[in-house]
Every structure is written in C-alpha cells, then in structure tokens.
C-alpha cells in the first residue's frame, strides 16, 4: 500500500513538472514580472484541473470509479491527496502573483481587484482562504475529535471555494463541469437512499443484527458492498 502511495505521488509530481516545465519553454527564460504572472497562471490552471479530479472520488457512485474498480477506502486517499496537491497548487499560484504585484508597486490595488469582465482577485483570495479551511477542519486531530464539525465545514468551505473560484475566474465554471455533475448525482442518489429505516434490532450471542427496509434504488447489491447507517445518538448528519 505504501509502495502503491509513493508511486502515486512520483507519478502525480512527474505529470505537474512536465506541464509546467512545458508551459514555461512557452513563455521564454526572461525572468520580470510578466513572465512571474504567466507562470502564476500556469500554476492556477493546474490547480483547476486537479479540482476536477478531487469531485470524482467524492462520487462513491460514480461509474467511472466502478469501471476502474477503484475500493471505498482508496477513494478517501486519493481525495485527500489530490486535495493537498491542490492547496499546494494555489499557494504557489498566490505566492507568484503577490511577488509580481510588488515588484510593480501595486500590491493593494491588484489585491482588491473586482473588474466585471476580467478575472476578479478578490474571490480569489476568499477562494483560497475557503481552501485553508477545508485543509484545517480535515485533519486528523479535528476530524476524529469531532466529525460533525469537520462534515459541516467541509461542505460549506467547500462550497464558499467553488464560488469563490468560479467568480475569480468563470471558466472554473466548465472545468469543473462533469465533476460537479458527478458529485451532484450521487448526491441525489445517496439523499434517496437515505430513506431506508432500520426495521428490527436483535442482539444474539454478542452480535448485533439489524433488519433494514430496502428501497427500490438500492435492490440488486452485490455482496461486501458498502452502506452507510446513521445512528441519531452518534451524529445527526
């Protein structure tokens, strides 16, 4: 598993490099604040192609995953993963920008920047703050504290970054497309299936059997297939 993880990161930095190595033979080896700006762009676009990636193992019905064969547990990885390298992504794309804007003497201006038909730096900068938070209630510590409160933040932060992001910048919008459809899908589903009630709790010799009401949505399961059960005393998400 490990071997398979360092694999992936090798893989996932070698495919960032050569974008960005490729990207910068474009813009020349003069290094002022136009070419800063070009490769801070750069560095944005790949985060939002990476953002598209993170919405497909959120998708637990996603039949492009089914047809990978990719498990649950790997999908939980790989969304965390991708969410890292995204966050590291949009720092750097920050970081270049804000270095560009001082060199040029118009740090406060760009900062607060809103045009209506350009792109908006201002959402921007909300976007990656929403990014921030998404990074600090996921972790570990947070997390297994209270996941309620990593749950509800996750979605809200999550949503203030699309909108953000997609008021920066409205191609965000048709990048993350199919993404988002995916996402929403299985939402609906998974709100659907939701309605299924425990019918009869029987506990037998230390093992706890539960009888569940299976809605029509969910018939035909195959075997070790997951289900999620809420339990109202534990969490009310």
């Known amino acids: 598993c490990c071997s398979g993880n360092a694999l992936a990161l090798c893989l996932w930095a070698a495919v960032q490099l050569v974008w960005q190595v490729e990207r910068i033979k474009r813009k020349g080896t003069t290094i002022d604040t136009d070419w800063l700006e070009g490769f801070a762009k750069n560095f944005g676009l790949s985060a939002v192609i990476n953002v598209q ?54 740090l406060v201006k760009e900062l607060l920047a809103w045009p209506a038909d350009d792109v908006a730096n201002l959402p921007g900068e909300l976007a990656f703050l929403a990014s921030v938070a998404l990074y600090v209630f996921s972790r570990p510590s947070v997390r297994r504290r209270s996941f309620e409160l990593f749950a509800y933040t996750h979605r809200a932060a999550a949503a203030a970054f699309f ?13 993350t497309l199919p993404g988002t459809l995916l996402y929403l899908a299985d939402y609906a589903v998974h709100m659907r299936a939701s309605k299924a009630r425990v019918e009869h709790v029987r506990l037998n010799s230390g093992v706890l059997s539960l009888t569940l009401s299976c809605p029509p949505l969910l018939r035909g399961g195959r075997p070790l297939q997951w289900v999620m059960l809420k339990a109202p005393s534990i969490s009310r998400d």
Request: a positive charge; hydrophobic letters at 55%; proline letters at 4%.
């Open 53 to 106: 990636l993170i919405l497909l193992p959120v998708s637990r019905s996603s039949p492009v995953l089914r047809l990978l064969g990719v498990p649950s547990e790997g999908l939980v990885y790989v969304h965390r993963f991708l969410g890292i390298g995204t966050a590291l992504l949009l720092a750097t794309h920050g970081a270049l920008f804000l270095t560009a804007w001082i060199l040029e003497g118009k």
């Open 163 to 175: 909108v953000g992001s997609a008021l920066h910048w409205s191609g965000f919008l048709w990048f």
